[in-house]
Nanobody
Framework: QVQLVESGGGLVQPGGSLRLSCVAS????????MGWYRQAPGKQRELVAA???????NYADSVKGRFTISRDNAKNTVYLQMNSLKPEDTAVYYC????????WGQGTQVTVSS
């Protein structure tokens, strides 16, 4: 049974930083390409960043240079370091494999506002 548990969201001012974490179980994590996705109100879920089993990374243009994805295979955990946050980064953030599995976690809310 796949379980994805995201944490680390919160309210932050523009220009601030947050670090999201996601613990995955029920998958062979060390072989999986993992991704962080986000869904803003009224918008479709979008891929923000991805990291392969070999730790190659890819980012959406909107977050390139501000966000960093990383992983710890020993802890079955993927991270998203978010710097220089903007109001348009406000969304619920989810992790999943890439391409995503049918099962999603509850996500973690990130709100960027002054």
């Amino acid at each position: 049974q796949v379980q994805l548990v995201e944490s680390g969201g919160g309210l932050v001012q523009p220009g601030g930083s947050l670090r999201l974490s996601c613990v995955a179980s029920g998958i062979i994590f060390r072989f999986a390409t993992m991704g962080w996705y986000r869904q803003a109100p009224g918008k479709q879920r979008e891929l923000v960043a991805a990291i392969t089993s070999g730790s190659s990374t890819n980012y959406a243009d909107s977050v390139k240079g501000r966000f960093t994805i990383s992983r710890d295979n020993a802890k079955n955990t993927v991270y998203l370091q978010m710097n220089s946050l903007k109001p348009e980064d406000t969304a619920v953030y989810y992790c999943n494999q890439y391409p995503p599995l049918a099962s999603w976690g509850q996500g973690t809310q990130v709100t960027v506002s002054s």
